[in-house]
Structure formats: C-alpha cells, structure tokens
C-alpha cells in the first residue's frame, strides 16, 4: 500500500473512531400521562436540562402517554434495560413487591404539601428508594401531582354515594380497601384504558389528579366530580441501577444536579397545572363540580381511617408513625407562625397520637 493509501485508511478509521465515541447515551424516558401535566412538563425539562448540560453527550428521549409500555409493562421494561427511566406514581410499587410505597396512597394521611415533601426528602424517602435497589432500581426523584378527586357519573356526597359504584384504581391493595371501605368495588386498570372503561361503563367512576383528569379528557365522560383531596398521587423518578451505576462518573454528576433542578420546577408547576385543569373542567360543562364541606371530610375520614390501621404490617407501622410525626411537626410550626391552625388544611391524622414509638433516626 502506498503512503497516500494508508493514510487515507487511517484518517477514515479514525474519523469512523470518533464518529463513534461521539455517539450520545441515549436515556429511554417512558411515562403513562399527556406531555401537558406536571410529570409530562418536567420530563420534557429534565430533556432539555441533561442535553444541554451535557453539551449533546446524553440524549433523552421521552415517550408519553403510554406509548411505549402501560403501567406494569414499563416497571418490566425498565428492570429488563429496554428503557432507562420512569416516574410511576407511588401507588404502582406494590407489584414490584416494596408494599411501603403504599405509605402516600394511605386515604387522609398528609395535611398539606409541607408535610409531603418533608417526608420524601427526608429519612422516610431515604428508606424507600434504598428498597428499590434490590430490585435493580435506583431512585433520583419525587415528584409530585397532587390530591386526588372522586369522579362518576353520580353525585358523591356522602360515603353511602359509592356504595356499589365500580371504581377503578391504579394497583395498589390500599387504593383497593380505601374503595371498599366507602363501599364500593375497585377495579385494577392501567391508565391508558380508564378512558374507554369510562366511556363504555365498564366502571362508573375513578380518582386522580385534576391534571391527569382533564388531559385524559375523562370529564367528558363523568358528570359529577366531588373535589374531596381524600389521597395523594406523586411520583417516584427511577432509574435502571445497572444503567445508571455504569455511566462516567461526570455525565451521572450533571445528571444528578439536572435531575435535582427538575425537581424544584416539578414541584412548582403541579399545583398551577391542577389548578388550571380545574378551570378548564369547570368551564367544559361537562361536569357537574362539588366540593366536599368540611364536616363532611371528617365523615370521610372516619370511614376511611381503619384502612391505615388494617395496613400497618404491610406498610409498616414504623413508617406510618414516622409520616404522622412529620404531619404533627408541620401542623405545630404552622400553628405556632399564625397562632392558630391553618383551617384550610385536610383533616388529617396529625392530631392523633402516634400508636407506637417512631422508627430510630
Ligand atoms: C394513574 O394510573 O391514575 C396515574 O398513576 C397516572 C399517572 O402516572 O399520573
């Protein structure tokens, strides 16, 4: 080969080389919501925060509404490699077998949203992602939606309203007592199908977030909505930990504090977004919108209440008791900045002493 043909060999492999070494890591974001909801925004400002922080050397692509996997599918796909990241709600771990997720969906367990992100960010979150490691899972994130309505196709007042009203529910054993406590009969459904469940009657009624309501356009089909704020629904952001474990240490840094800024713009746009799919439903006419009095909450709330009771050894009481440490800590700061409790808050179980000694710091 002559000199002019071996350098051109060279120059071609070493342009294919670096052809190669600038191939981006791709991060497969998949989630079950429209792209305009609180985790719908934020995985579109996570996009654009890690691409550009990493000048192009990370690429993330984001699947919403379900169009890559459903509910159960996308926790299979994310342990198996085939996607790198999610944010299932809370109330999706329990087929994974970590049972104390189910700690946020416990019906009237968190006051306010001080509480709630004291409790994610603090030991009690700590705890619960270091469960998910076991299962090839690293946890980045909580982020959140909201509190959850009640819709159906019939006024819900009083709890004896459900009685026999076919509700779905997202997979979790305590959403599924929290129905049967009211009286009626829940049913496990992925998100993607509620819609056409609702439309068709195969259920008569659902609860979630104003937000994903509204995008979902499910009060097309429910006339009645009672604004009840009865459970939460947030989310958890995660990871494959071998994916995650396996990336150069700097790209994982930059993600980490993208992540991190994601976070504070999540948790700041959750509120307005439900705020406004509210607006949005109330101007529709679709739906008939009543909100819950206070003295009909605490009946609520009374009928609702033995379900943390019958779910302390799944949850774990440690972990119960530890939110309602939280909850009280809140209430007595709250109290102690206004002198009086804040009377807009949820009637919650803060004031009840707790049953046994908190878990050790
Ligand atoms: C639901 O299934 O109702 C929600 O978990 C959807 C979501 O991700 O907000």
């Known amino acids: 080969m002559s000199?002019?043909?071996?350098?051109?060999?060279?120059?071609?492999?070493?342009?294919?080389?670096?052809?190669?070494a600038a191939e981006p890591i791709v991060i497969k974001f998949s989630h079950v919501v429209a792209p305009d909801t609180p985790k719908g925004r934020?995985?579109?400002?996570?996009?654009?925060?890690?691409?550009?922080?990493?000048?192009?050397?990370?690429?993330?692509e984001v699947y919403p509404n379900s169009q890559l996997y459903k509910d159960r599918e996308e926790m299979e796909a994310l342990q198996l490699?085939?996607?790198?990241?999610?944010?299932?709600?809370?109330?999706?771990?329990?087929?994974?077998?970590?049972?104390?997720?189910?700690?946020?969906?416990?019906?009237?367990?968190?006051?306010?949203?001080?509480?709630?992100?004291?409790?994610?960010?603090?030991?009690?979150?700590?705890?619960?992602?270091?469960?998910?490691?076991a299962k090839g899972i690293t946890g980045l994130a909580f982020w959140d939606n909201g509190f959850k309505q009640m819709s159906a196709n019939k006024p819900m007042r009083t709890v004896e309203d459900f009685?026999?009203?076919?509700?779905?529910?997202?997979?979790?054993?305590?959403?599924?007592?929290?129905?049967?406590?009211?009286?009626?009969?829940?049913?496990?459904?992925?998100?993607?199908?509620?819609?056409?469940?609702?439309?068709?009657?195969?259920?008569?009624g659902t609860e979630n977030p104003m937000s994903n309501l509204y995008t979902q356009k499910m009060h097309e089909v429910q006339k009645h909505l009672t604004l009840s704020d009865h459970g939460y629904l947030g989310y958890a952001v995660i990871v494959n930990k071998a994916f995650w474990?396996?990336?150069?240490?700097?790209?994982?840094?930059?993600?980490?504090?993208?992540?991190?800024?994601?976070?504070?713009?999540?948790r700041?746009?959750?509120?307005?977004?439900?705020?406004?799919?509210?607006?949005?439903?109330?101007?529709?006419?679709?739906?008939?919108?009543?909100?819950?009095?206070?003295r009909d909450r605490v009946v609520w709330q009374q009928a609702l209440l033995p379900v943390h009771k019958e779910f302390e050894d799944k949850i774990g009481r440690d972990l119960i008791n530890s939110a309602y440490l939280v909850a009280a800590q809140v209430e007595k700061e709250k109290a102690a900045q206004t002198k009086a409790p804040a009377a807009k808050d949820k009637p919650g179980p803060a004031k009840a002493k707790p049953a046994a000694k908190p878990e050790k710091k």
């Open 268 to 294: 700041k746009i959750a509120q307005e977004e439900n705020d406004e799919a509210l607006a949005k439903v109330k101007a529709s006419g679709y739906t008939q919108i009543y909100t819950l009095p206070y």
């Open 245 to 266: 474990a396996g990336l150069p240490a700097d790209i994982r840094a930059t993600l980490d504090k993208a992540m991190a800024d994601t976070t504070v713009f999540e």
């Open 3 to 20: 000199l002019r043909a071996s350098l051109l060999v060279f120059a071609l492999g070493f342009a294919a080389f670096t052809a190669q």
């Open 42 to 60: 934020a995985a579109e400002y996570f996009k654009k925060l890690a691409e550009e922080r990493t000048k192009g050397a990370v690429k993330v």
């Open 163 to 204: 009685k026999g009203l076919k509700m779905r529910i997202q997979s979790s054993k305590v959403l599924e007592a929290q129905m049967k406590a009211l009286g009626a009969n829940p049913q496990v459904m992925a998100f993607s199908e509620v819609y056409s469940a609702l439309q068709q009657g195969v259920v008569d």
């Open 81 to 133: 490699g085939a996607v790198q990241m999610l944010a299932p709600s809370l109330a999706k771990f329990g087929p994974l077998g970590v049972r104390a997720f189910e700690l946020f969906d416990l019906p009237y367990v968190f006051p306010n949203k001080e509480t709630l992100y004291r409790v994610m960010d603090g030991d009690i979150g700590k705890k619960l992602f270091g469960m998910l490691e």
